[in-house]
T-cell receptor
Framework: EDQVTQSPEALRLQEGESSSLNCSYTVSGLRGLFWYRQDPGKGPEFLFTLYSAGEEKEKERLKATLTKKESFLHITAPKPEDSATYLCAVSGSARQLTFGSGTQLTVLP | ETGVTQTPRHLVMGMTNKKSLKCEQHLGHNAMYWYKQSAKKPLELMFVYSLEERVENNSVPSRFSPECPNSSHLFLHLHTLQPEDSALYLC??????????????FGPGTRLTVT
């Protein structure tokens, strides 16, 4: 059974204070690891897909990395508008996405 | 319209009512999904359709009934719901099935409250 654990559950940062979110996973035959951003009352917004260990992707202040056991979402010099819940999901032999519970990020001005 | 749209955005219904949620995708995708999102819990996959054929039913109660008339439209018919069914219901679409390498794109969701 595929499993995804995200930590921390909640994170408060000052504007400009860089940090990382963690996504640990166990999956049979990883086909892809996905990061999403979700604002309150809205659907998840796709950010990145990572396919193999060592892969990295960047978008503005966000950088996602992948190892064989975990993925990190690094946030560099965050701004208040980066406040959201960040979701991690994996796809494997189960033929469906398995999501983590998310990390709720708050960036204070 | 662009992306994935859902209507209504908010719905309040009694336990004896019958209602339907609607989803439409404008991305040319061939797979569509219904998810349930409850507070502090991971997204739960309810139904998957690929090329209008239901692929999986993850043991969802029969009070939820999906319908996919074509590759762009998806419905979730609701009847005799329970208060614990109150949640955000999300529709998503992808090119190819989950379990592959295709990302899913989500709609804004329907906030359902069962009284």
């Amino acid at each position: 059974e595929d499993q995804v654990t995200q930590s921390p559950e909640a994170l408060r940062l000052q504007e400009g204070e860089s940090s990382s979110l963690n996504c640990s996973y166990t999956v049979s035959g990883l086909r892809g690891l996905f990061w999403y951003r979700q604002d309150p009352g809205k659907g998840p917004e796709f950010l990145f897909t990572l396919y193999s260990a060592g892969e990295e992707k960047e978008k503005e202040r966000l950088k996602a990395t992948l190892t064989k056991k975990e993925s990190f979402l690094h946030i560099t010099a965050p701004k208040p508008e980066d406040s959201a819940t960040y979701l991690c999901a994996v796809s494997g032999s189960a033929r469906q996405l398995t999501f983590g519970s998310g990390t709720q990020l708050t960036v204070l001005p | 319209e662009t992306g994935v749209t859902q209507t209504p955005r908010h719905l309040v219904m009694g336990m004896t009512n019958k209602k339907s949620l609607k989803c439409e995708q404008h991305l040319g995708h061939n797979a569509m999904y219904w998810y349930k999102q409850s507070a502090k819990k991971p997204l739960e996959l309810m139904f998957v359709y690929s090329l209008e054929e239901r692929v999986e039913n993850n043991s969802v109660p029969s009070r939820f009934s999906p319908e996919c008339p074509n590759s762009s439209h998806l419905f979730l018919h609701l009847h005799t719901l329970q208060p614990e069914d109150s949640a955000l219901y999300l529709c998503a679409s992808s090119q190819g099935l989950a379990g592959g390498q295709s990302e899913q794109y989500f709609g804004p969701g329907t906030r359902l409250t069962v009284t």
